[in-house]
Every structure is written in C-alpha cells, then in structure tokens.
C-alpha cells in the first residue's frame, strides 16, 4: 500500500470589514481541488481575531472556525490574510499582527489577498519583498511602507514562501496557483475548468484601473492647460507648444509642470492620449490606425506600444474585453 495522501491546512484570516470574496474564492478553488483531486488535500480553516460572527464588508457574517491566537493544535500549512475595503487607513488590531508574525515562520507559505497586505506589512512580514496588492491601495501601501517592493500590474506575486494576490477576483488566481505547486497542472486545469476562470488570466489588474487617468494638477493655469489637453488629444501638444500657450519659456514650463503635477509634460500628454484611446476603443468601432489619429499617435504601432505600458494589454485585447455591449433588437416585436 502506498502511502496516505497529505492533507494541507490552510487557514484564511478574515477580520471586521473582510471582502467576502477575499475569503470564499479561495475557499471554494481549493474545495474544488478536494473534488479533483479525489482527497481531502486540503483541509480548510477561517480564523477570526475574537469569537463570533466576522461581518463583512457586504453586512454578511462569517462564522469562525478558529480564533487567531488560540484553538491552532494543528501545523498550520497555508497561512492567508483576506483583505478589508478600508485596511490602508484603519490601524491594525495589535494581537493579530504579533500572531501574524510568529505563525508566518510557522508556516510552509504565507500571504495575503488584495489589501490583507496591510496587515503583513504592519507585522513587518512585507520588509524587502515583493509584492502585489488592489490597484487602488498599492501606491499607499508603498508610501506607508517604503521597504516594500509593490507590483501594482501583477495578478499575483510570489516571493520566497510569501504569495500576495491582487483585488478581489485575484485571490481565485492566487488559490488556483498554490493547487498547482501542490497536486500539479492537471488537477489545478480541471480546477479552473470547472469554476469557469481562467487558468492564467490574460493582463495584469492595470487595465482594469482608472487610476491611470491623467487627472488635472497644480495651479489654476496648469490645470486648465491639461483640461486642453485631454480635449484635444490630436493636437501637437510638444513641450515647446505647450510652454507657448501658457506665455513661458520651454525650460521653466517643464520645471514648472514636473514640479507641480508631478510628472514630465510628455508624460502626462501620452496618458491623456492613452485615455482617450480607452473612451474610443469602449465607446466606438474604429480600427486601431483611427484610433491613433485621432489621439495624437503617429501610426497604431505607437499607440499599441504606449497602450501596453500604461495599460498592459494591447488596444485589441482591451477591445475585447471592454467594449460596449452592443443591444440586440428583439426581433419578436
């Protein structure tokens, strides 16, 4: 007789606030695994910071299986900290970060899924590493703790015995992940297929921001200047027009500008540009040669270039998945 399947502990950390989905996506990816596989690989465990019901962000309540600092007899094998809509400006409960920092070293692999960073990293559990988290925190999680590396395109990031998953959805990826390096491609496919994800998502989260958007800064005339800007993406908008229509010397417009807003003049007319190649390729069903003419892009390779690093996919791929739905006339009337 061969010997007995292992069966991995993975314990979800879910505290006041918690994103339900944070929690029940990875759950159900690794249930799903329990099916493929034919076993119990995983047995599965939410912990709360005190008994109770956990309410989360949705006012649905989890119940806890285990309560942070107690009730762990068993090793703990796959430790992960769900994430809360408002973790970056709520200071983190003391007692479960000291857990958090003594059970990671514990643990075979650890880490978080979308803004369950913030609580990793305030356990000094995110020092020197790399990681990923939600769009729209990452660059306060970077601010707040300037010793970590943060990827705010990935899906998710593995470092060492750390793992971190984007937004929401991302946790899904993260758990359909840590199946394949646990029981191997095939389980983990039929896993995917099954839940109807995909098994590597395509892109990373930037094309599903808006943060991305050149958002007007400064004083009163430099903003007014990009509100010009974003208007009339088409226009030759060069550092030496620019500085003209505001009455300044080229020199002290683009230190003026970088100064004020932030970035270089050329930089913010590209995301401008990239923008408003966004509202077209939602909005409207111009090729892509269109497309780039009427946002100031020289041809449509220079936009698919420039679409790819502000956005990361390319303006056909985002078209795909982004496009209006066009209504369907209902024939029957």
């Not at 009730?71 to 479960?96: H, I, K, M, S, Y």
């Not at 943060?150 to 998953?165: E, N, S």
Request: proline fraction near 6%; hydrophobic fraction near 45%; charged fraction near 25%.
């Amino acid at each position: 007789m061969g010997a007995k399947p292992k069966t991995r502990t993975v314990v979800i950390v879910a505290l006041p606030g918690v994103q339900l989905l944070d929690v029940a996506g990875p759950l159900d990816v690794f249930a799903e695994a329990n099916v493929q596989a034919g076993y119990d690989a995983y047995a599965l465990f939410v912990a709360g910071a005190e008994p109770g019901p956990i309410r989360s962000s949705s006012g649905v309540r989890l119940m806890p299986d285990r309560i942070v600092d107690r009730d762990f007899q068993e090793p703990v094998d796959t430790l992960l900290v769900a994430g809360c809509p408002n973790a970056a400006e709520v200071p983190a409960d003391g007692g479960v970060v000291d857990w958090l920092r003594r059970r990671a070293s514990r643990t075979r692999r650890f880490g978080s899924v979308c803004s369950g960073a913030f609580f990793l990293a305030a356990a000094g559990l995110l020092d020197g590493r790399r990681v990923t988290t939600h769009w729209a925190v990452a660059d306060m999680l970077a601010r707040k703790f300037p010793s970590v590396t943060v990827d705010k395109d990935a899906i998710y990031v593995t470092d060492g015995k750390l793992r971190t998953a984007a937004g929401v959805t991302a946790g899904l990826d993260l758990a359909l992940a840590l199946v394949e390096e646990d029981l191997g491609r095939d389980t983990a496919m039929k896993v995917a297929s099954q839940l109807v994800m995909f098994f590597k998502r395509p892109g990373g989260q930037m094309q599903f921001t808006r943060k991305g958007e050149a958002v007007p800064a400064g004083r009163a005339a430099l903003q007014e200047l990009q509100r010009w800007v974003a208007a009339n993406p088409s226009l030759d908008h060069s550092v030496a027009n620019l500085a003209e229509r505001m009455e300044l010397s080229p020199r002290h417009f683009a230190r003026l500008f970088r100064a004020e807003v932030g970035v270089t003049p050329a930089t913010w007319v590209e995301e401008a540009r990239v923008n408003a190649a966004r509202r077209l390729l939602e909005f409207g069903n111009e090729p892509p040669k269109q497309v780039a003419l009427h946002c100031g892009f020289a041809d449509a390779d220079t936009l698919r270039r420039a679409f790819h690093r502000h956005v990361g996919v390319t303006p056909a791929e985002y078209r795909k998945r982004f496009a209006r739905i066009t209504e369907v006339p209902d024939r029957r009337r």
